[in-house]
């Protein structure tokens, strides 16, 4: 387009915009007289996040913008192309997305490379092409594994795109993952509260379900699940929680709600068995260190497994990482000398302060009994 007729065009589209947003045209055309790139880039970024500049987004971007596409951070061009991305019809947004991310294909804008081409990826999974979509994430992995820094943006957009390619693949334990990556990148406070509940309802079934993720420490202590008070999910929550602490009891009470999920009802067996586990780790974990020796009927009791299911539930524990230590089958005991660490609520940190006043009490006895036997030792 030639430069001469861009005032023409700031003109028109400032005619068409909302009495709120005319000031922000007056800084365009100056920006533009004096060539301020740095300064015009920001403008036209705080205008395109205002919601009544939608039918100014993709005039401006396509002609205006792009007379000067070269000039500016190319991270905040992307920026600025994606804010028009979602107004424009699907055949048109896929060809836009593909030629926003090989515009700004160049080595001193890599970053914007993969701002773009997450971008891509995640229109691909609104496609449900999930292969094309996996290459593109693939390829924005191996760019992100070469930087130092990057923007918090690119790394959201990263995670958040990963997340949910793995949530439709029901791979368990990556969304999990990646999910939380996410949330590390955002302000919770700038995510609507719909998102928050579900984002905070998906990481909860991930963490129930996957058959590698029995520590739930990182979410449990994470704001989001927070949202989730108050809904009708707000079991959800609880639900973790019992089964952090091994409460079979809570377990049970909540156990009903799962029957009107179909993904939990599918893993009600495992989550049976995960609950057991779990069970068998608070167990351990509320003995002292000297009384780890326990015997398949204690577990039995301890974990509500038959007796015969014992040994299974401590290899298992054992196969997982979950506990260390030995089963003695003759004896039917099974001797524990580490359990994994977990984030603890309040009851079980004065399990814990019980423990340690124990401890305290019996370093004591044995610091008297040693003077008492040894005076003459401790004289000499």
Not at 108 to 135: C, G, I, N, P
Not at 360 to 379: R, T
Request: net charge negative; glycine share 2%; proline share 3%.
């Amino acid at each position: 387009m030639d430069p001469d007729t861009i005032p023409n065009l700031l003109q028109e589209q400032r005619d068409q915009a909302p009495d709120e947003l005319q000031h922000y045209f007056i800084d365009f055309e100056d920006y533009w007289e004096r060539k301020l790139w740095h300064e015009l880039t920001d403008k036209l970024i705080e205008y395109f996040d205002q919601p009544h500049s939608a039918q100014q987004r993709i005039p401006l971007f396509d002609v205006f913008i792009k007379s000067f596409a070269n000039k500016i951070n190319q991270l905040k061009l992307v920026q600025l192309g994606l804010s028009t991305a979602e107004l424009r019809g699907e055949q048109e947004r896929s060809e836009f997305l593909a030629s926003l991310a090989k515009s700004v294909n160049k080595p001193a804008s890599q970053d914007a490379y993969v701002y773009a081409t997450v971008a891509v990826a995640e229109f691909q999974l609104f496609q449900r092409d999930l292969d094309a979509a996996k290459k593109n994430l693939d390829e924005c992995e191996r760019i992100l594994d070469t930087f130092d820094s990057v923007e918090n943006i690119v790394h959201a957009a990263f995670y958040r795109a990963c997340a949910e390619y793995y949530k439709r693949q029901n791979e368990f334990a990556s969304y999990y993952k990646n999910a939380l990556l996410y949330l590390a990148c955002v302000d919770l406070e700038d995510l609507e509260e719909w998102e928050l509940q579900s984002r905070a309802y998906d990481l909860s079934i991930a963490a129930l379900v996957s058959d590698s993720i029995y520590n739930f420490g990182e979410l449990l202590l994470h704001p989001i699940l927070n949202s989730l008070k108050d809904t009708e999910h707000s079991w959800l929550r609880d639900l973790l929680f019992a089964f952090n602490s091994g409460d079979l009891r809570a377990y049970k009470m909540l156990a009903n709600n799962i029957n009107k999920m179909p993904l939990l009802k599918e893993h009600q067996k495992f989550l049976y068995q995960k609950s057991s586990l779990a069970a068998l780790t608070e167990a351990v974990f509320r003995r002292p260190p000297h009384d780890r020796a326990m015997t398949f009927d204690t577990i039995a009791k301890e974990t509500s497994v038959q007796k015969e299911d014992v040994e299974h539930l401590i290899m298992k524990a054992l196969s997982l990482g979950l506990i260390k230590g030995t089963i003695d089958q003759v004896a039917e005991v099974a001797n524990i000398n580490w359990v994994q660490p977990k984030v603890l609520d309040k009851k079980q940190i004065e399990s814990m302060r019980n423990r340690l006043r124990e401890w305290d009490s019996s370093v004591n006895q044995l610091g008297n009994w040693i003077e008492g036997v040894g005076k003459d030792v401790w004289a000499a």
